[in-house]
């Protein structure tokens, strides 16, 4: 079964740093891999997906995450911080015949 | 641009009480997913609908919570009763098909009192 692990509970970063949010999934098909991110109270909002058309995939905001078949990892970065990307984001992955698995979620947090 | 609508965004109730969240999914999208999400953790699938069926309830407590689409629209999840755990935000979902991006309402955050 597909599963989603998210490195680093909290991350804090100064504004105008590059954010570095660390994804690794575990599968043995090719998977279908997203990022959301969360603000306080709000559902989620998808920032990308990977469904193996490009390994480096661009979203909204700036953020982009590359697909790593042989680190089995799906890092999401955005060069530059701005305040406004302090929120929760969540790693998750699914197959063709499986279920959306989340990962347990990043806060960042971002400094001025 | 279409979204997915939920309500109430906010309900507080006493344990033991019965609760009802409805969620109207974007135009078209045949699948539709309710997910819980405990305070500092990912949302995890309750239930999953495509269409008016029921595809997936593994992890549906199915002794206090159900969940119907009758028409293959709009959906509604009860809890009956209530209890301190159920706490949570209950987010909505849908999509196209089973396979396709999954876009998320704004949940309902439940308190048990």
């Known amino acids: 079964a597909q599963s989603v692990t998210q490195l680093g509970s909290h991350v804090s970063v100064s504004e105008g740093a590059l954010v570095l949010l660390r994804c690794n999934y575990s599968?043995?098909?090719?998977?279908?891999l997203f990022w959301y991110v969360q603000y306080p109270n709000q559902g989620l909002q998808l920032l990308l997906k990977y469904t193996s058309a490009a390994t480096l995939v661009k979203g909204i905001n700036g953020f982009e995450a590359e697909f790593k078949k042989s680190e089995t990892s799906f890092h999401l970065t955005k060069p530059s911080a701005h305040m406004s990307d302090a929120a929760e984001y969540f790693c998750a992955g699914k197959s063709v015949t499986e279920k959306l698995v989340f990962g347990k979620g990043t806060k960042l947090t971002v400094n001025p | 641009e279409a979204e997915v609508a939920q309500s109430p965004r906010y309900k507080i109730t006493e344990k033991s009480q019965a609760v009802a969240f409805w969620c109207d999914p974007i135009?078209?999208?045949?699948?539709l997913y309710w997910y819980r999400q405990i305070l500092g953790q990912g949302p995890e699938l309750l239930v999953q609908?495509?269409?008016?069926?029921?595809?997936?309830d593994s992890q549906l407590p199915k002794d206090r919570f159900s969940a119907e689409r009758l028409k293959g629209v709009d959906s509604t999840l009860k809890i009956q009763p209530a209890e301190l755990g159920d706490s949570a935000m209950y987010l909505c979902?849908?999509?196209?098909?089973?396979?396709?991006?999954?876009?998320f309402g704004p949940g309902t955050r439940l308190t048990v009192l």
């Open positions: 599968s043995s098909v090719p998977p279908y």
């Open positions: 609908f495509q269409d008016e069926s029921v595809v997936d």
């Open positions: 135009s078209g999208h045949a699948t």
């Open positions: 979902a849908s999509s196209l098909a089973p396979v396709d991006t999954q876009y």
